[in-house]
């Protein structure tokens, strides 16, 4: 059985090398380590976050108000403004989630990816942390979206418990998108590639789920495909948390982090295709 | 086997390693021993499977065929005890011009566990030994070829590792920048008896500061032994580059065989020569 290295070989002041934290806090250790250079990438270059904004505002103002006066969409007793607010916070973190690979395709050329790959990081902590990266990158979305929602008149709840469940349930689904996307990386391996399957999926996912519209007035196939497609379960906690609508949160919250994780796995089982 | 620190054993072997992508045979039964303390160089052209060895020894890619030790420990089966134990500063330019020059290390001092108590202090003190103080709190991205790569060492080193690994760290610097370099990779090997395995092209450099060096050649070992008496073996006045062409032959062109890996090595310094303007 080999033993544990404890002291230095040679004359640094104190032993190079410690044995770490192990599982869970490795896990949570590395994530917010990720979630911290993200910040700090936003806090110099803060443009991502007006031009990623400009799309869910011009979503909320035309084609909510518009199609709010044409009463077109069944929404019951829910004006379709309040109803089409969840579902652009979902469509705004799905956006920026779904093309979070190109980031490590960059890392992979810049050589980051290599460097990363050789410290002491599982390489599922490394992809969780950098899928929960995205997460607070789209919270930033979510919170622009809640501000417009509210000063359109759509009437949110401001209780601080759901507003935290409502930031939790974007970055769960952030997650799993960011994972899908790192996912097609590993398979595609290139930036074009990855940037023309996020667009040809992007509109799909969005339009089978019920961020647009409800699950009901679907045809049949398109109401299977909705049911598993994880943005519904996001757009449904969300206008439960934001705007009181029923839902299963079980369910929901199940569903979102059964994709994150198997989505935290896919991604890392492919990351070292992408490093090769 | 017991992997120690402390014990007498040499910093790395490598014994049988082969390794293949797809019918192209990177490595070739290679054996190598780097001792404890030592400044190593591993020299050939683009495609001999230096870069390959390095990933093998660093744990990106698990050794297909061999065995792989550092310090005692098994790539393989301690792959995350052996990381910890490394310092790696790779061929391509490999710093996030986002974060400021404090950022990007703290980011490799996080990643190794740094304790956060000092983490700030071990920060400045490996920003300091580059020389990157005055420059440390303004972004990467408007740092000059040779301040990246000094930043490169500083992440390199935030971890205060046993084994530094550099592949091929002074591409595309200019001679005053290069010196800059190799100056204080031999000073941090001097004041901290760190063991230090390198790939470079220029052999003036690695004949002044490699105390060992092996030459590869289509992912074999061709020579390997002190400069001296590697040159002082082809001829009395013979220089390194002498005998690197010896060994070697007219292999910078792209084999038949080694035709992919050599191009792809040639892509990737030509784009690190590029971005280091």
């Known amino acids: 059985m080999s033993a544990v290295p404890a002291a230095p070989p040679g004359g640094w002041a104190e032993p190079p090398f410690a044995p770490g934290p192990r599982g869970a806090v490795l896990l949570l250790s590395r994530i917010g380590t990720f979630c911290l250079v993200e910040l700090q990438k936003l806090k110099h270059d803060r443009s991502e976050l007006v031009t990623r904004a400009i799309q869910p505002v011009l979503w909320l103002v035309i084609f909510g108000v518009t199609f709010s006066r044409i009463h077109a969409i069944p929404t019951g007793s829910v004006p379709y403004l309040d109803y089409l607010a969840p579902g652009i916070i979902a469509q705004s973190a799905l956006f920026v989630a779904i093309f979070y690979g190109i980031q490590i395709i960059w890392e992979r050329d810049a050589g980051i990816l290599t460097k990363l790959l050789v410290t002491p990081t599982p ?24 501000v417009v929602s509210a000063l359109l008149g759509v009437g949110l709840t401001w209780n601080p418990a759901k507003l935290l469940g409502v930031l939790v349930v974007v970055v769960m689904g952030a997650a799993f998108f960011s994972c899908l996307s790192m996912t097609i990386a590993g398979l595609v391996l290139r930036r074009e590639r990855l940037m023309g399957i996020g667009q040809a999926i992007t509109m799909p996912l969005f339009f089978a789920s019920n961020a647009l519209y409800p699950v009901d007035v679907m045809p049949e196939w398109l109401r299977v495909l909705s049911h598993a497609n994880p943005l519904t379960y996001e757009v449904a906690a969300l206008r439960g948390l934001l705007i009181g609508q029923p839902t299963n949160y079980w369910l929901d919250f ?12 896919t991604a890392a089982a492919l990351l070292s295709r992408l490093a090769r | 086997m017991t992997g120690t ?12 390693l082969s390794h293949r992508f797809g019918e192209h045979v990177a490595v070739d039964d290679l054996d190598l021993t780097v001792q404890r303390g030592e400044c190593f ?14 990933r ?8 297909q065929s061999g065995s792989v030790r550092v310090f005692g420990l098994d790539v393989r089966s301690r792959a995350m005890a052996v990381r910890r134990l490394l310092g790696y500063v790779p061929q391509q330019l490999s710093i996030e011009g986002a974060l400021t020059g404090r950022e990007n290390v703290t980011w490799f001092a996080r990643l190794f566990d740094v304790p956060r108590r000092e983490r700030a202090d071990r920060v400045a003190g490996v920003l300091a030994t580059v020389d990157l103080t005055e420059a440390a709190d303004r972004l990467a991205s408007t740092y000059s070829g040779g301040m990246v790569r000094r930043l490169e060492l500083a992440q390199a080193l935030v971890n205060r590792p046993a084994l530094l690994v550099l592949d091929e760290p002074t591409v595309g610097l200019d001679p005053v920048a290069r010196d800059s370099i190799w100056d204080r990779v031999a000073d941090m090997q001097r004041r901290y008896r760190m063991t230090v395995l390198l790939t470079t092209h220029y052999m003036q450099e690695a004949d002044a500061l490699c105390d060992r060096i092996a030459l590869m050649h289509r992912g074999r070992l061709r020579a390997s032994g002190s400069p001296a008496e590697l040159k002082a073996a082809l001829a009395p006045d013979a220089s390194l580059e002498d005998v690197f062409r010896h060994h070697t032959g007219e292999s910078l062109l792209p084999t038949e065989k080694g035709e992919k890996g050599a191009l792809r090595d040639v892509r990737s310094t030509r784009r690190t020569a590029r971005r280091m303007g």
């Open chain 2, 41 to 54: 160089g591993l020299l050939g052209p683009n495609g001999a499977g230096k870069t390959t060895t390095l």
């Open chain 1, 123 to 146: 390489r599922t902590a490394l992809v969780a942390g950098k899928a929960f990266a995205a997460g607070l990158r789209t919270i930033a979305q979510a919170v622009v979206v809640l």
């Open chain 2, 56 to 63: 093998v020894l660093n744990t990106q890619y698990p050794p």
């Open chain 2, 5 to 16: 620190l402390n014990g007498a054993g040499p910093a790395v072997e490598i014994a049988g």
């Open chain 1, 254 to 265: 199940s569903a979102l982090g059964v994709a994150a994780v198997a989505g935290i796995c």
